[in-house]
């Protein structure tokens, strides 16, 4: 069994994302990202050899220029805006939720290879699908005054849930598959893996949402402040259509330096659609049965630390304790017949 989640927030603390953006912001050039990658797993292995059980995943990718994210933070806590400044909006979301039977096995290799380290794994998901968004918006703002602004834009947009605007649809049905594949070299002291998750992943939707829309700020009013505020003005198409998701895949390459029979050193990246989370770590063994890692990824600026004990992992990673914009946590426990 094994439940892993992280999440982690460009502009704002992931707090502060929860509550409607209200707290600090944190400006930062060019792409902003908010991402999650939650999965659960419960399954067998025979000897060593294949895996089967039960997976539930969450995750997502949302990439927003920096103009976007600027003007919602605004928006949302009163902020005055730039009398005159053109807003160059965009806002991307990829995002998968769901279930399903996961398969492994090992592949048959050659002795020369075996002997030399050499292990590969294939492994397959039929998967259910629960909710997803795919699409963008684009488009431009002018702020006309430090209280009010004009927007006009285009969504291109396929989901289970509209947030751009208020709209109740049918329930969509998805059902398809993803692939998995991980490669590890292993020698006296060395160790290098390569993992592809979602190496080639399609999900097929019947009878799903989709709008090609303008969004313009043609109706709005205003607060008791006096900020404006929009009931968006939408014009388009919006249909149910048969869509393909392709999953977008998500990597890892790390290599490891044993340095003493108790200790090791990491190196290694994280790619989800060419964006990269490089990370470094130290592992000290107080046993066969225990030991403890400690690392820092500097994508987000998060540190981490895992205790195994036994058949028992626990580790947690974070940036911050008090507002934290990055979060992850692992809890994992094997039983062995």
């Not at 539930?56 to 920096?66: C, L, M, V």
């Not at 005054?145 to 969504?155: E, I, K, L, Q």
């Not at 009878?207 to 313009?216: D, H, K």
């Amino acid at each position: 069994m094994k439940l892993d989640a992280f999440a982690a927030d460009d502009p704002v603390s992931l707090r502060d994302l929860l509550n409607g953006w209200h707290g600090p912001y944190r400006y930062r050039n060019g792409e902003n990202l908010a991402i999650d990658d939650a999965r659960f797993d419960i399954g067998a292995s025979f000897e060593n050899s294949a895996y089967i059980g039960y997976t539930y995943r969450h995750h997502s990718i949302t990439k927003a220029s920096d103009d976007s994210t600027l003007l919602v933070w605004q928006q949302l806590n009163d902020e005055p805006f730039e009398a005159g400044k053109i807003y160059d909006l965009y806002i991307g979301i990829e995002l998968f939720e769901g279930d399903g039977v996961v398969c492994a096995f090992p592949v048959p290799l050659p002795s020369s290879m075996k002997s030399a380290g050499v292990e590969m794994a294939i492994g397959m998901e039929l998967l259910r699908g629960r909710n997803m968004q795919d699409g963008y918006l684009k488009g431009y703002a002018v702020a006309n005054s430090d209280r009010d602004y004009d927007y006009s834009a285009v969504a291109d947009y396929y989901y289970t849930e509209n947030y751009l605007y208020n709209l109740d649809v049918l329930q969509a049905e998805g059902y398809g598959f993803t692939t998995h594949l991980s490669f590890k070299i292993e020698g006296e002291r060395t160790v290098f893996r390569a993992i592809v998750n979602d190496l080639y992943g399609r999900i097929f939707w019947k009878e799903l949402p989709y709008s090609y829309v303008f969004i313009s700020s043609s109706t709005k009013k205003y607060d008791e402040n006096g900020y404006v505020v929009y009931n968006p003005a939408v014009s388009g198409v919006e249909k149910y259509v048969d869509y393909t998701q392709k999953l977008y895949p998500k990597y890892r390459l790390e290599g490891k330096y044993g340095i003493d029979s108790f200790s090791c050193i990491a190196i290694g990246a994280d790619g989800i659609k060419r964006r990269v989370l490089p990370y470094a770590g130290y592992t000290y063994r107080f046993g066969p049965d225990a030991e403890t890692t400690i690392s820092y990824e500097s994508r987000f600026d998060s540190f981490g630390l895992s205790i195994r004990y036994k058949n028992t992992l626990v580790a947690f990673r974070s940036d911050s304790l008090r507002h934290p914009a990055a979060l992850g946590a692992t809890l994992s426990y094997s039983v062995r017949f």
